[in-house]
């Protein structure tokens, strides 16, 4: 277990988060970079070889979306795509329902009326039929999973805006995609732009 080996003696204690883990802050203070970053490429690695994972991933450029809040135009990427996935599952059989788990932070309540927005007028693209709920709201030092959110955000950040595709390459296949698309992962650059990332150019190849 990667956080035994880190932290001994209190494992469940020590929060994974990429920008803890690369600037070796907290929990991470003390431990040495090549120790560091070996934690975060297994932490991602679990994720890459696990068959059953769908990742979902909008990366906004600021300027492109002004006068809109980035926050509110990367939730509205990330909760049609996930509806959408959930409706091709429900095509195949596969009646289950989604459920968008969030750390707690200052868009709480913005987040909880855009969705309840998009599920009663509609978003962009239409309207979501798929979430159970809400969106939920928790504490990420009580869940890996919201700590794996952040741990894929940071990858996500890193190689856009820096060009560093270290931790991004171990993930980058297993965002959702279905037939040959790629429907998980999104820049939002607007129309004008131009970007050979990863999700741009499978939108345009």
């Keep these: 277990m990667i956080a035994e080996r880190i ?19 907290k929990h991470w203070r003390g431990v040495r970079r090549e120790e560091r970053e070996r934690a975060y490429l297994e932490a991602l690695s ?16 600021k300027a492109s979306v002004s006068p809109q809040e980035p926050m509110a135009v990367a939730f ?12 091709r599952l429900y095509k195949g059989g596969d009646t289950q329902r ?3 788990v969030l750390d707690r932070s200052t868009y709480e309540t913005s987040l909880q009326g855009l969705a ?9 693209w239409g309207q ?6 809400v969106p939920l709201f928790v504490d990420s030092r009580a869940t890996r999973m919201v700590q794996y959110a952040d741990l894929i955000a940071h ?14 390459d171990l993930i980058k296949h297993s965002f959702d995609a279905s037939g040959g698309v790629l429907h998980g992962l999104i820049h939002d650059i607007g129309a004008s732009q131009r970007c050979a990332c990863f999700s741009c150019f499978q939108r345009v190849r």
Excluded: C
């Design 128 to 133: 979501l039929h798929n979430l159970s709920e």
């Design 155 to 168: 990858a996500l950040r890193r190689y856009h805006e820096q060009g560093n595709s270290t931790y991004f």
């Design 116 to 124: 309840t927005t998009f599920r009663t007028a509609g978003h962009k």
């Design 98 to 100: 989604g459920l968008i």
């Design 7 to 25: 932290w001994p003696d209190n494992p469940a204690g020590i929060e994974f988060r990429g920008t803890d883990i690369i600037g070796g802050k």
């Design 76 to 87: 509205e990427h990330i909760a049609s795509r996930f509806d959408r996935m959930l409706g």
């Design 46 to 61: 679990i994720l890459a070889d696990y068959n059953g994972v769908r990742l979902f991933g909008a990366v906004v450029h």
